[in-house]
Nanobody
């Protein structure tokens, strides 16, 4: 039973930083894709960053490049998103997601497991 639990969200002023964490459990396949998505009210869910756990390659949305960094924990089932220089446009619910198949695509529909989300508010 795959479980993903996010933490670390909160309210911050523009220009500030936050670090999101995702604790994943219930699977042993280590060559997968882990990602952060976000969804603001009235908007579609969008990809923020993802990491291919086999290669270690990382991918970022243009809107967060240079400001956000996605990393994995040493236990390989922990995922982090370091967010700096936050902007009001970054305000959203942030979700951790895992894909237990080959490839590291961009679409939310390609990820089979999701956390409940953690709210990030930038004012």
């Amino acid at each position: 039973h795959v479980q993903l639990v996010e933490s670390g969200g909160g309210s911050v002023q523009a220009g500030g930083s936050l670090r999101l964490s995702c604790a994943a459990s219930g699977y042993t396949y280590n060559r997968n894709c882990m990602a952060w998505f976000r969804q603001a009210p009235g908007k579609e869910r969008e990809g923020v960053a993802r990491i291919a756990t086999g290669s270690g390659n990382t991918y970022y949305a243009d809107s967060v490049k240079g400001r956000f960094t996605i990393t994995r924990g040493q236990n390989k089932h922990a995922l982090f998103l370091q967010m700096t220089s936050l902007k009001p446009d970054d305000t959203a619910m942030y979700f951790c997601a895992v894909r237990l198949n080959s490839g590291c695509p961009t679409r939310p529909a390609d990820f089979g497991y999701w956390g409940q989300g953690t709210q990030v508010t930038v004012s």
